[in-house]
């Protein structure tokens, strides 16, 4: 059997405890070494086989998984953050359902949220944004025509965005070109959210690429964009004496 399993974002206390458990009793890990905490590399148990999958590619993957299977053993993969986003696993769930071997999936906490925990932020303000959006600059890697980071960006909702620190300077270009932001409108880049050697800026579109390049941030990092970092926004419907809801009568009935 094989099991992907969410790192989560860095501190290795933020993988949940079956992910921990499934660490634990592995007999082979095959984790994504660009990224996840090696310090969680220390649950495996004595003689657990461990591959670093940067060094590898996909078919190299899957053999090793084969192999495992054929031994009646056991396989984690071990994905940064949350497997659903960015992970690749689709391409190594087809093969593996091709060839029958059963695998599940163990989510865990996407950088995405360690970002706004280190910013102490909602993404989801009442009357700022209730869309969050996340996305990546094209690079080397394409993005579909209606997904470019303008067209994305002409909705003004929150934006957090993904494996693009590198191309920081376009990015910044492509905030402004989608029309809704402006140079003034709060930003945030978030580095190694939740390990020991996070940084955090906090600076506007205008200033972002600028930002970046002072604070040497090069890699490892998510850009999240939108009024859900400014001073402004509505309190909830939810905890308003006045609303009434299904779990608590409000002084409006
Ligand atoms: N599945 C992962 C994302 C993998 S893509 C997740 O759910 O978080 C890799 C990109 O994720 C990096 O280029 C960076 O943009 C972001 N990333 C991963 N870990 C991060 C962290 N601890 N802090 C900030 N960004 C991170």
Redesign the pocket.
Known sequence: MVHFVGAG??APDLITQRGAALLQAADCIIYAGS?VNPALLGLAKAGCAIYNSAEMTLEQVLDVMRRMEAAGKTTVRL?????C???AIREQMDVLDAEGIPYDDTPGV???C??AAALNAEYTLPTVSQTVIITRMEGRTPVPEKEKLASLASHGATMVI??S?GLVDKVQEALLAGGAYTAETPAAV??????PEQKTVRCTVGTLAESVHAAHIT????IVVGGFLGQNYERSKLYDPAFTTAFRKGTDQ
Do not use: E, Q
């Open positions: 974002p860095g990224l994905h940064t953050g949350d497997p986003l960015y992970g996407s950088s995405f360690g970002a993904f494996l620190i978030v580095y190694k959210a939740t390990w890699k490892t990092a998510l």
